[in-house]
């Protein structure tokens, strides 16, 4: 059957994706590979993470002003003593974990496909060049632990504050299958993509996907496809990332209160398409409009990361996004 292709604005439809060949078509930034890992090392990584479950945990979060605590819980694996996974999770509940011998070997195929996906994809894209597209090794995963189908994850971007803008992220799933969705950030009635995703499948997602795409991973009665044989309901992913170079030695902190700013995108009026840094007491349950905006050049092989107008802040909108948001 020939690969269904739809129209990604305003249809407020929900299209399910079953075949690598429907989702690159659909989701041309995204990369699927099924039964990723060699059998046996795909079921050691699986009995590596059930022997770590006690591990992840929950995590919480400020929204508008409320403390809420996810459903699913996490972990933080990176043999980088000085690795900073994400300021406003950063804390004594969720500090780095050694990876065991199972996960750094399934790191390094990882390692591996993303490279050579990562050089395809740049021969036929146009890519900026603040984007790391060559070299790109996972110094940071962050794993998710979903011990049933009501456990879940909400619509979100990953933050940029520590794998820095156009980041790629590398997810591996293992155990139960349940479906991964996706949705352009604008408009709001754009359609949803729907991915199941199998235990074993690595799921790509390229430069651009976060600056253009929300994901989420819902706790609906169809979401779960399949139950796993060795775990049931419960579900494992891995998402394996690059900590932007410029940003390990170089951190953005707030000129009003002097917390650390995280890295943002923006969608409203005229500053559509614009990178800012948003102070990250928002975050924390306090209350302060600390705001730069963000500048990725480079002069003297240094790169400025702010700016204080607007003129000189870097935007990530290509020539087809700008007519998208309707901008100049």
Same mark, same amino acid.
């Given at each position: 059957?020939?690969?269904?292709?739809?129209?990604?604005?305003?249809? *407020?439809?929900?299209?399910?994706?079953?075949?690598?060949?429907?989702?690159?078509?659909?989701?041309?930034?995204?990369?699927?590979?099924?039964?990723?890992?060699?059998?046996?090392?795909?079921?050691?990584?699986?009995?590596?993470?059930?022997?770590?479950?006690?591990?992840?945990?929950?995590?919480?979060?400020?929204?508008?002003?409320?403390?809420?605590?996810?459903?699913?819980?996490?972990?933080?694996?990176?043999? %980088?003593?000085?690795?900073?996974? #994400?300021?406003?999770?950063?804390?004594?509940?969720?500090?780095?974990?050694?990876?065991?011998?199972?996960? @750094?070997?399934?790191? +390094?195929?990882? %390692?591996?496909?993303?490279?050579?996906?990562? *050089?395809?994809?740049?021969?036929?894209?146009?890519?900026?060049?603040?984007?790391?597209?060559?070299?790109?090794?996972?110094?940071?995963?962050?794993?998710?632990?979903?011990?049933?189908?009501?456990?879940?994850?909400?619509?979100?971007? %990953?933050? @940029?504050?520590?794998?820095?803008?156009?980041?790629?992220?590398?997810? @591996?799933?293992?155990?139960?299958?349940?479906?991964?969705?996706?949705?352009?950030?604008?408009?709001?009635?754009? !359609?949803?993509?729907?991915?199941?995703?199998?235990?074993?499948?690595?799921? !790509?997602?390229?430069?651009?996907?976060?600056?253009?795409?929300?994901?989420? !991973? =819902?706790?609906?009665?169809?979401?779960?496809?399949?139950?796993?044989?060795?775990?049931?309901?419960?579900?494992?992913?891995?998402?394996?990332?690059?900590?932007? =170079?410029?940003?390990?030695?170089?951190? !953005?902190?707030? #000129?009003?209160?002097?917390?650390?700013?995280? @890295?943002?995108?923006?969608?409203? +009026?005229?500053?559509?398409?614009?990178?800012?840094?948003?102070?990250?007491?928002?975050?924390?349950?306090?209350?302060?409009?600390?705001?730069?905006?963000?500048?990725? %050049?480079?002069?003297?092989?240094?790169?400025?990361?702010?700016?204080?107008?607007?003129?000189?802040?870097?935007?990530?909108?290509?020539?087809?996004?700008? *007519?998208?948001?309707?901008?100049?």
């Amino acid at each position: 059957m020939k690969a269904r292709k739809i129209s990604q604005t305003g249809t *407020e439809k929900t299209l399910t994706l079953y075949t690598k060949e429907e989702i690159e078509l659909n989701l041309p930034n995204v990369r699927v590979f099924k039964n990723f890992l060699p059998k046996e090392e795909a079921a050691s990584v699986l009995e590596a993470l059930e022997r770590q479950k006690m591990l992840f945990k929950a995590k919480q979060f400020y929204i508008a002003g409320n403390l809420c605590t996810s459903t699913q819980k996490s972990i933080f694996y990176s043999n %980088d003593a000085h690795a900073d996974y #994400d300021p406003v999770y950063s804390s004594s509940e969720l500090k780095a974990v050694k990876y065991p011998p199972e996960l @750094l070997r399934c790191k +390094g195929h990882v %390692d591996q496909k993303v490279n050579e996906v990562l *050089e395809e994809y740049t021969k036929s894209n146009d890519v900026p060049e603040y984007a790391i597209t060559c070299g790109w090794t996972s110094d940071i995963c962050v794993g998710n632990y979903y011990p049933n189908i009501k456990s879940h994850l909400d619509w979100h971007s %990953d933050k @940029l504050t520590n794998i820095g803008p156009m980041p790629t992220i590398a997810s @591996l799933t293992f155990g139960s299958t349940r479906v991964f969705r996706l949705r352009r950030s604008f408009p709001s009635n754009s !359609v949803i993509y729907e991915v199941p995703l199998a235990s074993n499948t690595l799921l !790509v997602m390229l430069p651009s996907t976060q600056e253009l795409f929300k994901h989420a !991973v =819902p706790s609906l009665k169809n979401s779960l496809f399949k139950t796993d044989e060795k775990v049931g309901q419960v579900r494992y992913n891995l998402t394996f990332r690059m900590q932007y =170079p410029e940003f390990r030695e170089n951190k !953005v902190f707030c #000129d009003r209160c002097q917390n650390r700013m995280i @890295l943002r995108r923006l969608f409203k +009026g005229t500053n559509v398409g614009y990178y800012s840094w948003l102070c990250m007491s928002s975050f924390k349950g306090q209350n302060c409009p600390g705001f730069k905006f963000a500048n990725f %050049d480079k002069r003297d092989g240094k790169m400025a990361l702010t700016s204080k107008t607007k003129g000189n802040a870097t935007r990530w909108l290509s020539k087809s996004e700008k *007519e998208l948001f309707n901008v100049q």
